[in-house]
């Protein structure tokens, strides 16, 4: 954890001080001193490189810092790690260190200390464990997903999308990020009209008015409904229009009526955007024309065979991209560099944008267009999630019962729930196609992922509810308090924590001390997935040691005191890992 190898890199600056007065660091005579950039106090003990061997015999901790540390003092790195080693101060945590290979440089744990100091630390943070207290330099991030289309319903990849957005934004903001959450609608062009057309024919079909539905027109179920929903409430009094007024009018009302089911369906699965972005208003402002404006005083655009060009070559793209059409129309392109021209404006240090993945050609074009505006490389992160495949036991669905059409992400809702949703949706990297079994994300057994990890966290409550009617916690009527209320009343000191000498209990908490690490990636690398992981893991490992300890044993007052808490705060973290999926921690299944 966090915790640990900061205090593991403070201890071996201070080796490597007592090293250099003790003569130990030859080679080059006095380097650090003559170049005292080069010391550990300019460096900066935070950052060095520990990681966690996969094997044991490894130690708990190993760092290859001293590969590249060794020239500065002219050495090998394994005698640099060796001057290192034979200097390291004494402290508790540790309890041996050793040089291996080339250079490493192995941290063998004193297993109390590490069982004490992890599991004070969750207890304290309780439900800020995890998360950063750190504050990045370039903080405020904003995350633009789901996107749809509002000429329809969502289909089950925009679920996906959802899914990974929100959970995103959850772990940017706990590893120390300001997130804002946004839905770009692209309700501009002649996909509205085609719309709005579909809706105007159904209409007057449904009352044996004459009608014709365009030819590239959306013929889904969907289109039928809402015309039937026009003609309970009106009637047929919208025939005396004129047709192009008919299809104005329905374009708007279809409009209003599918984008707020968007939202209904959305906060069904618990995400709430901060921002819903118009790509009318892009239009509407001038905001496209200001954008072109930008980059051509930038000497990014050039005109040539009467059309306006964006000079994305110069940026790494194949070829440059037309902006403005010879017929003067801006392309899909030009609205969306003015749409990001407004999110640099709106002071985002980075703008994370989640893509299906038609959308991957896409990509070199808009970070093009954002280094173009922005004068930063790096400033757009894009990230190109794959399909989804609906399965049902085993084997593909490919339509709805209902309808006969697509299964909507509506109905996937419907049938699963938000928590299996969200987390079958999270459980693969975004760049793996997605199998989701919905009898499988039904079933209550633990074949079922999300089933298994939310009855551990159950599991942990019902153990905290018996040990409080065996009157071991409080009171036994505190056996009907939320289990935070009743865990809060759980303590143990450390003479008790120290009895947790087990290996299916330091296994567990050596787990748990792995959050704040695994938020940290998760963050690093725009891939909740891996809390999906590490809740699984979590849920697995406490499983086990629940079956290897005896957790209330009236006979061991002090070991069941220490396991208890251990108890406690393997729910603690199992929540909060939950929490940031946003999934829920049920506390009786």
Same mark, same amino acid.
């Given at each position: 954890?966090?915790?640990?190898?900061?205090?593991?890199?403070?201890?071996?600056a201070q080796a490597e001080r007592t090293a250099r007065e003790a003569g130990r660091l030859g080679g080059r005579p006095g380097a650090t001193a003559d170049r005292p950039e080069e010391t550990f106090e300019a460096v900066g003990d935070e950052g060095l490189p520990f990681e966690r061997p996969k094997r044991k015999e490894h130690g708990d901790f190993s760092t290859s810092f001293a590969m590249s540390r060794a020239r500065v003092f002219g050495l090998k790195p394994r005698d640099y790690?060796?001057?290192?080693?034979?200097?390291?101060?004494?402290?508790?945590?540790?309890?041996?260190?050793?040089?291996?290979?080339?250079?490493?440089?192995?941290?063998?744990?004193?297993?109390?200390?590490?069982?004490?100091?992890?599991?004070?630390?969750?207890?304290?943070?309780?439900?800020?464990?995890?998360?950063?207290?750190?504050?990045?330099?370039?903080?405020?991030?904003?995350?633009?997903?789901?996107?749809?289309?509002?000429?329809?319903?969502?289909?089950?990849?925009?679920?996906?999308?959802?899914?990974?957005?929100?959970?995103?934004?959850?772990?940017?903001?706990?590893?120390?990020?300001?997130?804002?959450?946004?839905?770009?609608?692209?309700?501009?062009?002649?996909?509205?009209?085609?719309?709005?057309?579909?809706?105007?024919?159904?209409?007057?079909?449904?009352?044996?008015?004459?009608?014709?539905?365009?030819?590239?027109?959306?013929?889904?179920?969907?289109?039928?409904?809402?015309?039937?929903?026009?003609?309970?409430?009106?009637?047929?009094?919208?025939?005396?229009?004129?047709?192009?007024?008919?299809?104005?009018?329905?374009?708007?009302?279809?409009?209003?009526?599918?984008?707020?089911?968007?939202?209904?369906?959305?906060?069904?699965?618990?995400?709430?955007?901060?921002?819903?972005?118009?790509?009318?208003?892009?239009?509407?402002?001038?905001?496209?024309?200001?954008?072109?404006?930008?980059?051509?005083?930038? $000497?990014? #655009?050039?005109?040539? @065979?009467? !059309? &306006?060009?964006?000079? /994305?070559? %110069?940026? =790494?793209?194949? +070829?440059?991209?037309?902006?403005?059409?010879?017929?003067?129309?801006?392309?899909?392109?030009?609205?969306?560099?003015?749409?990001?021209?407004?999110?640099?404006?709106?002071?985002?240090?980075?703008?994370?944008?989640?893509?299906?993945?038609?959308?991957? $050609?896409? #990509?070199?074009?808009? @970070?093009? !267009? &954002?280094?173009?505006? /922005?004068? %930063?490389? =790096?400033?757009? +992160?894009?990230?190109?999630?794959?399909?989804?495949?609906?399965?049902?036991?085993?084997?593909?669905?490919?339509?709805?019962?209902?309808?006969?059409?697509?299964?909507?992400?509506?109905?996937?809702?419907?049938?699963?729930?938000?928590?299996?949703?969200?987390?079958?949706?999270?459980?693969?990297?975004?760049?793996?196609?997605?199998?989701?079994?919905?009898?499988?994300?039904?079933?209550?057994?633990?074949?079922?992922?999300?089933?298994?990890?939310?009855?551990?966290?159950?599991?942990?409550?019902?153990?905290?509810?018996?040990?409080?009617?065996?009157?071991?916690?409080?009171?036994?009527?505190?056996?009907?308090?939320?289990?935070?209320?009743?865990?809060?009343?759980?303590?143990?000191?450390?003479?008790?924590?120290?009895?947790?000498?087990?290996?299916?209990?330091?296994?567990?908490?050596?787990?748990?001390?792995?959050?704040?690490?695994?938020?940290?990636?998760?963050?690093?690398?725009?891939?909740?997935?891996?809390?999906?992981?590490?809740?699984?893991?979590?849920?697995?490992?406490?499983?086990?040691?629940?079956?290897?300890?005896?957790?209330?044993?009236?006979?061991?007052?002090?070991?069941?005191?220490?396991?208890?808490?251990?108890?406690?705060?393997?729910?603690?973290?199992?929540?909060?890992?939950?929490?940031?999926?946003?999934?829920?921690?049920?506390?009786?299944?």
């Amino acid at each position: 954890m966090r915790t640990i190898t900061d205090r593991l890199g403070k201890l071996v600056a201070q080796a490597e001080r007592t090293a250099r007065e003790a003569g130990r660091l030859g080679g080059r005579p006095g380097a650090t001193a003559d170049r005292p950039e080069e010391t550990f106090e300019a460096v900066g003990d935070e950052g060095l490189p520990f990681e966690r061997p996969k094997r044991k015999e490894h130690g708990d901790f190993s760092t290859s810092f001293a590969m590249s540390r060794a020239r500065v003092f002219g050495l090998k790195p394994r005698d640099y790690a060796q001057a290192i080693v034979d200097s390291m101060p004494a402290d508790p945590l540790i309890e041996r260190v050793e040089v291996a290979g080339p250079g490493f440089i192995n941290f063998y744990l004193n297993q109390s200390a590490v069982v004490r100091d992890v599991l004070l630390e969750i207890d304290e943070r309780g439900a800020e464990y995890g998360r950063s207290s750190w504050e990045p330099q370039r903080k405020r991030r904003q995350v633009e997903f789901v996107s749809a289309n509002p000429v329809g319903p969502m289909h089950v990849g925009h679920g996906r999308w959802a899914a990974l957005g929100d959970a995103l934004a959850n772990v940017l903001a706990a590893a120390g990020y300001d997130v804002e959450r946004e839905f770009y609608i692209n309700d501009y062009g002649n996909q509205m009209k085609i719309f709005g057309a579909s809706v105007e024919a159904r209409y007057c079909e449904l009352l044996g008015a004459a009608h014709e539905f365009p030819e590239d027109g959306y013929g889904g179920a969907y289109i039928t409904e809402i015309a039937q929903e026009i003609v309970a409430a009106d009637g047929d009094k919208h025939l005396a229009l004129s047709r192009e007024e008919r299809i104005e009018l329905f374009t708007e009302r279809a409009y209003a009526q599918v984008l707020e089911h968007i939202k209904k369906t959305l906060a069904g699965m618990g995400v709430i955007f901060d921002v819903w972005f118009s790509e009318r208003t892009l239009h509407e402002s001038g905001a496209i024309e200001k954008a072109i404006a930008v980059l051509r005083q930038k $000497g990014h #655009v050039h005109d040539a @065979e009467g !059309a &306006v060009w964006l000079k /994305s070559t %110069e940026f =790494g793209d194949d +070829k440059d991209r037309v902006l403005i059409r010879e017929n003067g129309e801006p392309t899909y392109l030009a609205a969306d560099v003015a749409y990001h021209a407004d999110k640099l404006a709106r002071g985002f240090d980075t703008i994370i944008d989640i893509w299906g993945a038609d959308h991957h $050609g896409y #990509v070199k074009r808009m @970070e093009a !267009a &954002v280094e173009a505006l /922005s004068g %930063e490389k =790096g400033r757009l +992160k894009v990230i190109i999630g794959q399909l989804v495949n609906v399965l049902r036991a085993g084997e593909p669905v490919r339509m709805s019962k209902r309808t006969g059409e697509m299964i909507t992400f509506e109905e996937l809702l419907d049938e699963v729930g938000p928590d299996a949703a969200r987390y079958y949706f999270l459980m693969r990297n975004t760049d793996s196609a997605l199998d989701f079994d919905i009898d499988l994300a039904k079933e209550q057994s633990n074949k079922n992922p999300v089933f298994y990890v939310q009855y551990g966290h159950a599991r942990i409550c019902s153990i905290l509810r018996k040990a409080a009617t065996d009157g071991l916690i409080g009171e036994p009527s505190d056996a009907d308090l939320p289990v935070a209320e009743l865990a809060a009343k759980i303590a143990a000191t450390d003479e008790q924590l120290a009895l947790l000498r087990g290996e299916a209990e330091y296994d567990l908490v050596s787990h748990l001390s792995r959050l704040p690490e695994e938020l940290e990636e998760a963050a690093a690398f725009l891939a909740p997935f891996k809390l999906t992981t590490y809740a699984y893991e979590t849920a697995r490992r406490f499983h086990n040691f629940y079956e290897k300890c005896r957790v209330i044993a009236p006979e061991e007052p002090n070991l069941t005191a220490a396991r208890l808490f251990l108890v406690k705060c393997s729910r603690q973290v199992l929540a909060n890992t939950l929490g940031l999926l946003g999934v829920s921690a049920p506390e009786r299944m």
